[in-house]
């Protein structure tokens, strides 16, 4: 079965700062992979999704991912963090044909001001 | 476009006793799911309806944890009996289809279950 490891429990950033969140996943085939983000109180809102072709990948507030195959990664990036940002960010790791997602155990963002 | 919709949104009972949850799906979605968080992990599937069959409920306790989906639309989650390391966020999400063919995932708020 798939699984996925965020090694950052907590990262602390400045605003204004740029920003990384690591992911690496465990896959035989090529993953289906996501980002997804959930702010205090509230379910879980996608960020981006990585299902083939161009590995650079945008999605919304300003975030992008990159999937790596050699290294198995998909690193959520931002150029410059906003207090908003502020949440805990989760990286998932689907298959092709079925959707047993997994879930990594998330890195919560905290933004100094 | 309406969300995924759940309630209640907070509940607290004593271990042993039991708990539901309902979730209305975003409407057209056949493909409903069951997530629990526990407190500081990632949320971990526990059934997956594709309309009203059971795709699969591998990692649900069955017994004491049930769910139906009916009609293929709405769907219950019940607790009976509750166990202390049953407090978790409880979340619904759906799909168009199931979510490996390229749909995305939405994701209701989630019920937040407390037992003491």
């Known amino acids: 079965a798939q699984s996925v490891t965020q090694p950052d429990i907590h990262i602390t950033v400045s605003e204004g700062a740029s920003l990384e969140l690591r992911c690496n996943y465990s896959y035989g085939a090529t993953p289906y992979l996501f980002w997804y983000v959930q702010s205090p109180g509230q379910g879980l809102q996608l960020l981006l999704k990585?299902?083939?072709?161009?590995?650079l990948v945008q999605g919304i507030k300003g975030f992008e991912a990159e999937f790596k195959r050699s290294q198995s990664s998909f690193n959520l990036r931002k150029p410059s963090v906003h207090w908003s940002d502020a949440a805990e960010y989760f990286c998932a790791v689907g298959r092709q044909n079925n959707n047993d997602m997994r879930f990594g155990a998330g890195t919560r963002l905290t933004v100094k001001p | 476009e309406a969300g995924v919709a759940q309630s209640p949104r907070y509940k607290i009972i004593e271990k042993r006793q039991s708990v539901a949850f309902w979730c209305n799906p975003i409407?057209?979605?056949?493909?409903l799911y069951w997530y629990q968080q526990i407190l500081g992990q990632g949320p971990k599937l526990l059934i997956q309806?594709?309309?009203?069959?059971?795709?699969?409920d591998s990692q649900l306790p069955k017994d004491r944890f049930s769910a139906e989906r009916l009609k293929g639309v709405d769907s219950t989650l019940k607790i009976q009996p509750a166990k202390l390391e049953d407090s978790a966020v409880y979340l619904c999400?759906?799909?168009?289809?199931?979510?490996?063919?390229?749909?995305?995932?939405?994701f209701g708020e989630g019920s937040w279950l407390t037992v003491v």
């Open positions: 999400a759906s799909s168009l289809g199931a979510g490996g063919g390229g749909n995305t995932i939405y």
């Open positions: 409407s057209g979605h056949a493909t």
């Open positions: 990585y299902f083939s072709g161009d590995t």
């Open positions: 309806f594709q309309n009203n069959g059971v795709v699969d």
